[in-house]
């Protein structure tokens, strides 16, 4: 199952809230392709029906289910830089 730093945690968690249903919203990851490592982000009011749901402290990530298989076993990171952008990172466990 995808784990989520602290630092992703805090800012999905962040980012979630700002949605108008925060209760069953969270962060969407979908895989461009099935085999592909190109994924698309969304932030949405609640899973897709086969969705994949990963909460940690509060932070929920929804994996429509080819980025499910593909990020099983991976780290998802989290930064704010200077100017407030977002970026994400995916990574193996260390």
Known sequence: MLTL???ARTIVKTIASQAADSDAGGLRISA??????????????????KDEVVEQAG???FLEEH??????????????DTEGAVSFAIGDPA
């Open 5 to 7: 730093t602290e630092d």
């Open 32 to 49: 461009t392709e099935s085999d592909s490592m190109d994924f698309a982000l969304a932030l949405v009011a609640a899973p897709e029906p």
């Open 67 to 80: 980025a499910a298989a593909t990020l099983a076993d991976k780290v998802l990171d989290a930064q704010v």
């Open 59 to 61: 932070a929920r990530v």
